[in-house]
């Protein structure tokens, strides 16, 4: 019996050693069994806190949560407490599941994967839908390797657009009858989140993909373009069986008194600055009552999914006040400062001439939408949650806790915000294991040293100020760690990380068209 219960001992000390190894002592486990003692948990279904309980994890599923509020506790008397090969004090924090982003960024080099992956997974995420910033086989090679935990990332559904990896040309692709096949052919090299973007062109070929799409398993994602939406808008788009449609687009078109918004004769899609500011120009075009009502039933009714990603489209209405976020200076990537603009070589950096009159028009755009994403929410539609961020001063992870507080502002009460990031964005994605914390449920959760439901910027990483019964002002807040897949997360290590990565980033760096007016002689 002593030799066996050595050998145990000596392989969870070899376990351990190769956990830390492999995550550079950033992270550890999953474990054999880990105990997360004495949380208020908030489930994630849009319920309030309950606790506080005694959460057991067994490698990467939640196994059972033992209750200890008072009346549970004295009816059970006093009995010992579950150990296991590691114990979290959580007492006085908060465990909720991790948050899901539906639809962001990696960027490209020199940006390292990792700023995205640890500032995600530092802020709370633990997946996420990246865009193929560096080619489907990089995405679906990396989501490989965090799906086995080689890399420590947050679980990745790549983006595939239509037609990807086949071996049909474009005047196939476009027949909707071939869509049971090119779906088929997709979905066997691992497609699960199809991007339909280019497809409004025509209803019967978004039909045909979005229907065979689904009967695969998969969701279909849906940017829709201003140059097609005198074809599909957006109850176009859900009812013809859109999963969730990203953004703002066609939302506001779908209300207008005609079929097109009003362009100018100079309009080129292709150029960005012109195409932004009219994407906010057209909500003052629409018909608002419409709007509210029309709109917002048969979106409800049809069934889509809304993705707003507000965050990133926050610059529009006040510009300087994207440029000069705190985090800029040691959190953003120097590679996100030069491409974020003004330059027009680069996709979203397209405010080298914005004016007050945009701001206007984005700032009444913003309340609008706000309005048409509360009025969706209140008949039942299903909000999610992404931030499109890596793009127009949407730092990765920091966008994801403004997201929220943005979600906040629609009039959406906070638990339905984080109900959007959690299990509404499970159910989007078709992951019914995610979006939780109850037993069965996967092991991706985030313990939070303060109520994100007092203050949601306890969810940053630098946390919130307040002040002390003394009268001292102080940071509380951050979320400690994030675990994923059992994985515990340290996620102040991670903010470290991502401190030498920019620092590094900016070394040499000379100062962008947006910052010289600011700099000391």
């Not at 995550?23 to 319920?47: D, H, Q, T």
């Not at 806190?49 to 599923?61: L, R, S």
């Not at 993705?307 to 040691?330: C, F, G, M």
């Amino acid at each position: 019996m002593k030799k066996l219960l050595l050998l145990f001992l000596t392989l969870s000390i070899i376990d351990n050693a190769y956990s830390q190894e492999k995550f550079n002592g950033l992270a550890n486990g999953p474990y054999k069994k880990l105990v997360i003692r004495g949380a208020m948990v908030i489930p994630g279904f849009g319920g309030p806190p309950v606790g506080p309980y005694d959460i057991i994890i067994k490698e990467n599923k939640i196994t059972d949560m033992i209750p200890f509020d008072p009346v549970t506790a004295k009816r059970r008397g006093n009995v010992s407490r579950e150990e296991g090969d590691r114990v979290i004090d959580a007492e006085g924090k908060y465990v909720m599941p991790g948050m899901i982003d539906l639809h962001m960024h990696l960027r490209t080099e020199p940006m390292p994967l990792e700023y995205v992956y640890y500032l995600k997974l530092a802020h709370g995420v633990t997946t996420m839908v990246p865009g193929s910033d560096r080619g489907l086989k990089s995405g679906m090679d990396q989501a490989k390797l965090s799906k086995q935990n080689k890399i420590l990332a947050p679980k990745l559904f790549p983006i595939w657009s239509y037609g990807a990896m086949t071996n049909f040309d474009k005047v196939e692709l476009d027949d909707p009858k071939n869509a049971p096949e090119v779906v088929k052919q997709m979905f066997a090299k691992g497609a699960h989140v199809v991007n339909a973007g280019n497809l409004g062109w025509s209803q019967e070929l978004l039909k045909a993909v979005c229907k065979e799409v689904t009967k695969n398993g998969g969701i279909t994602t849906y940017h829709i373009p201003p140059s097609t939406t005198a074809v599909t808008q957006a109850v176009d788009a859900a009812r013809l069986g859109v999963t969730m449609i990203e953004h703002h687009y066609a939302y506001a078109e779908s209300a207008l008194d005609r079929q097109v918004q009003n362009f100018k004769p100079t309009y080129n899609y292709n150029d960005e600055n012109e195409r932004f500011r009219q994407a906010g120009k057209v909500w003052s075009e629409t018909n608002e009552k419409r709007l509210l009502t029309e709109v917002a039933d048969s979106l409800f009714h049809y069934g889509v999914t809304m993705l707003p990603t507000r965050v990133v489209y926050e610059a529009n209405r006040d510009i300087i006040r994207a440029q000069s976020l705190p985090w800029h200076k040691k959190y953003t990537h120097q590679l996100l400062i030069e491409r974020n603009g003004p330059d027009p070589n680069y996709h979203g950096a397209y405010h080298y001439d914005w004016t007050s009159d945009d701001e206007y028009y984005w700032s009444k755009a913003f309340d609008l939408w706000g309005d048409l994403i509360f009025e969706f929410n209140k008949r039942g539609g299903r909000v999610a949650y992404g931030t499109d961020d890596s793009y127009i001063f949407a730092t990765p992870g920091f966008s994801n806790i403004r997201e929220l507080q943005l979600l906040r502002e629609t009039g959406m009460h906070t638990l339905e915000v984080l109900k959007s990031a959690t299990l509404n964005s499970a159910k989007t994605l078709r992951q019914e294991k995610l979006g939780l914390v109850r037993p069965g449920y996967i092991a991706d959760l985030i313990i939070i040293n303060e109520s994100p439901l007092y203050n949601l910027r306890n969810m940053y990483s630098f946390g919130a100020l307040t002040t002390e019964n003394s009268g001292e002002m102080v940071r509380k807040g951050g979320i400690i760690h994030t675990i994923k897949d059992g994985i515990v997360i340290e996620n102040a290590k991670l903010m470290k990380e991502v401190e030498n990565m920019v620092k590094k980033s900016k070394e040499g760096s000379t100062p962008t068209a947006m910052e010289v007016p600011f700099l000391m002689n």
